[in-house]
Each structure stands twice: as structure tokens, then as C-alpha cells.
């Protein structure tokens, strides 16, 4: 659990220096990608990235809210470390055994696993022949993943890691996983 000192949850974080850096080292890596579409969350950090990664390019962004990352009710935006004292059972699920976690007001892992999927696979039926970019985050993102790998949510924070600004290339037809 390296992000103790962190705010949890999906609310109006910004892009940062570093985090704009490293937008602009996954722009190159998709240099000489057509992309066929571009999704991205409502959220304000999310949309901030599709647009860095598209620049100079000739396609529009859809914000898909079904994209965005887990609602952790009355935890958002809170402290790791106020979590962990305030409820460290619950909060010991969350990271340790994130199918038991039991939201206060919030979505459990399944509810954001359920919801990324179906967006996903709208969006392959949709566009099921070109190469579509989604901008996400971490926790929905590996909960697709790990449909897709047919695993089951306990592996929800093991390696791979999903890292902000990181790049994960998921085929959906022959589910190959590709992590920078």
C-alpha cells in the first residue's frame, strides 16, 4: 500500500507536473496509431490526458461515464491513513481482499467490474475493427482486465500494477495484454 498518504476515490484530482510528463511518454509510445475513437471518464484528471495524448489529432474525445473510477462513497476523497484507523477491517478488505470490500454509500469492486465491462465491450462492438484509446483509472481499468483474464477480483491490486499515466494495451478479440 504505497499511496497511504493519498485521497481516495474519484473526485476532482488534477494533473500534475509528473503527471503531464508522463502523459507526453505515452503519447509517443502511441505515435503512428490510427485511432478509430477515443474514450475517456467524465473525470475533469481523465479528460486532461485524452486530450494530451490526442493532440494534433483529427478525432473527437467521448467522455463515457461508465469509465469513471470507483465511487467509494463515504470515503472519497478522504486520507488512506483516516480509512485505516477509522475502519481498518473494511479497509484491510478493500486492499487485501477487494471482493469483500462493502461500500458505505458507494460501489463494491463487482459493481465498477460489471459496469467497465459492459462499456468495454460496447465500444469493441462498435468499433470492432480499429484501435480504439480509453483513458481511465486504476481501479476499473484492472477490473476489466481481469474479467477479460477470467481471474477473479482477489487480484484486483497484485501485479501488474496499473500506474497513472501508465499504458495497457488489452486486445479484446484474443484477450493479449500488453503493460508499459
Known sequence: MEQREADAGMGGFTVDGR??????????KLE??????????????????????????????TREPDLREINLGAWEGRKFDELEK???DNFRRFWEEPQEYVPNHGESVEE?????????SRI???YPDGDVLIVSHSCILKSIILEYQERPLEGLWEP???YPAGLTILDTKTERLIFH
Open 124 to 126: 469493441a462492438e462498435e
Open 86 to 88: 477509522e475502519s481498518p
Open 19 to 28: 503527471g503531464y510528463r508522463a502523459s507526453k511518454r505515452v503519447k509517443r
Open 112 to 120: 465498477v467490474q460489471n459496469r467497465g465491462t459492459e462499456v468495454v
Open 160 to 162: 501488474p500494477h496499473i
Open 32 to 61: 503512428g496509431i490510427p485511432f478509430t475513437a477515443v474514450f475517456c471518464s467524465t473525470s475533469g484528471r481523465a479528460l486532461k490526458t485524452a486530450e494530451t495524448l490526442t493532440e494534433r489529432r483529427n478525432i473527437d474525445i
